[in-house]
Antibody, heavy 117, light 107 residues
């Protein structure tokens, strides 16, 4: 079974930092682009970052560019999101998601809550 | 960035109804348009990719159409388990974007 499991969320003060991790299993992690998507409480989905399979291409939404850094370790089947200079508006559930062959998010993690307060 | 606009933002419908949700892109996304379903407290689920390709296991009452800037998601014979929020998402551009969502609830 394909699975993504996030960790590292929690409560952090404004201006602080947090590092999210996402461990993949059940598929060849190193063959896929991976993404982070977030959802603020009661709000819609917001794509925030993408990394290609070899880490040679990374992309960010304007809302996090310059503050967040996406990375991966294919040997560990792991995806990361380093979040710096956190703001109250970064409060959300953060999902890691696989971009599959259909060029869509076909596998999602269960989500991890990040609260900036 | 490509902006995705969904309409309506919410609708009420009855079991057995046919529901249509519209998604409009601020510029052409060709057919790189995906639809997701999210139930309260649950993870989003991919329903349709490439504007009209139903994912494995998704009931055939779901269908998608469109290309360029205008897309629709149609749910025929609405079932109790279909009451959820639906999101469109473009995967044409490097910077990906979601629509604001359409909440389908019970009339």
């Amino acid at each position: 079974e394909m699975q993504l499991v996030e960790s590292g969320g929690g409560l952090v003060q404004p201006g602080g930092s947090l590092r999210l991790s996402c461990v993949a299993s059940g598929f060849t992690f190193g063959s896929y682009e991976m993404n982070w998507v977030r959802q603020a409480p009661g709000k819609g989905l917001e794509w925030i970052s993408d990394i290609n399979s070899r880490s040679s291409g990374v992309f960010y939404a304007d809302s996090v560019k310059g503050r967040f850094t996406i990375s991966r370790d294919n040997a560990k089947s792991s995806l990361y999101l380093q979040m710096n200079s956190l703001r109250a508006e970064d409060t959300a559930v953060y999902y890691c998601a696989r971009k599959g062959e259909v060029i869509a998010f076909d596998v999602w993690g269960q989500g991890i809550m990040v609260t900036v307060s | 960035d490509i902006q995705m606009t969904q309409s309506p933002s919410s609708l009420s419908a009855s079991v057995g109804d046919t529901v249509t949700i519209t998604c409009r892109a601020s510029q052409s996304v060709n057919r790189f348009l995906n639809w997701y379903q999210q139930k309260p407290g649950r993870v989003p689920k991919l329903l349709i990719s490439g504007a009209s390709n139903l994912q494995s296991g998704v009931p055939s009452r779901f269908s998608g159409s469109g290309s360029g800037t205008d897309f629709t998601l149609t749910i025929s014979d609405l079932q109790p388990e279909d009451f959820a929020t639906y999101y469109c998402q473009q995967s044409y551009a490097t910077l990906l974007t979601f629509g604001g969502g359409t909440k389908v609830d019970i009339k």
